[in-house]
Every structure is written in structure tokens, then in C-alpha cells.
């Protein structure tokens, strides 16, 4: 990021009362912390995953929002904000009954992919009503970025 971007997101955190600057730098306020830990809260875990049938960027990133099953329609919504910041291609699942669900569907997608759906249970802790946005993307930080950028777009947005 450039100077200029800084300085503004600077500018509305503080227009926003979520920091304060002094000479030596920036920090959180008593409503940025809280706002900082509700995010935390919604958003615990991220990891990567490898490519496979149902991922199948060279680089993927998945975030989890605990909780957000409500927020979704078709998850398109989630891909289109996702492409805006590089990804090549975003895919949004539901956690319901112990699968991983495309919205308005019942079906296990990672099904035959035992792996996968090991490797995201580890590492993101799904429980009932939990989505999962993973992105993809030739470049890993871009993966990772429109990921997180898609997430918070769902978060900002319900």
C-alpha cells in the first residue's frame, strides 16, 4: 500500500473513533478493540488448501465466518467481491450436518475428497451454520487477500 492509502484508512479509523495516533504511532481505542475482537470472534481461522476436484486454483485460501449460514444467498455474491480484489475464482460453502454444502444444496461436495475435507475440518473447526469462503488465485497473497476482503464484504454487508 501506498502512502496516500494509508494515511486515508489512517484518517477514517480515527474519523471512525477506532484509533488514535500520538507521535510515536497509532492504536486501538476501547471501540476498536471491541470491534477488533467481535471480528475475531467471526473470523478464528484461515489455511490454505491444496488444489483438488472442487478447488482447483493453483493457490487457495479459505477463511471461515462462524455463525454467517444466514448470510448467504448463492454465494456469488462472495466470488464477485472476491474477483474484484485478483481471485481467479471464489467458492462459498456451507458447514451443515457435519458436509460442506454449496448454498441450496444438501450435497457433500468434498465428498470424495476425504483429504480436503479432513485438512478443512482441522484446521478451521467447522460447526453447524458455519460458511467458508475460499478463494484462489495464481499468487498466494492475492488468494489470501480476496479472500479475507470477500469475508469481511459478508460481514459488513449482514
Known amino acids: ?41 467471526i473470523i478464528p481461522n484461515e489455511c490454505k488448501i491444496k488444489k483438488c476436484d472442487v478447488v482447483t486454483g493453483k493457490n487457495n485460501h479459505a477463511i471461515i465466518l462462524k455463525k454467517y449460514g444466514f448470510s448467504i444467498n448463492s454465494g456469488l455474491e462472495q466470488r464477485d467481491y472476491a474477483i474484484l480484489y485478483g481471485s481467479s475464482g471464489c467458492i462459498t460453502v456451507l458447514f451443515k450436518e457435519n458436509r460442506f454444502v454449496f448454498p441450496g444444496d444438501n450435497k457433500d461436495c468434498f465428498r470424495k475428497d476425504k483429504k480436503t475435507k479432513k485438512h478443512i475440518l482441522e484446521n478451521l473447526f467447522p460447526e453447524e451454520g458455519d460458511v467458508i469462503i475460499i478463494s484462489s488465485s495464481d499468487d498466494p497473497f492475492v488468494a489470501e487477500i480476496s479472500a479475507k476482503n470477500s469475508a469481511l464484504w459478508t460481514l459488513a454487508t449482514n
Open 1 to 41: 500500500m501506498g502512502e496516500g492509502a494509508v494515511k486515508t484508512l489512517i484518517s477514517h479509523l480515527k474519523e471512525a473513533q477506532m484509533i488514535e495516533t500520538t507521535k510515536s504511532g497509532s492504536y486501538l481505542t476501547e471501540k476498536g478493540k471491541k470491534i477488533s475482537k467481535q471480528i475475531q470472534q
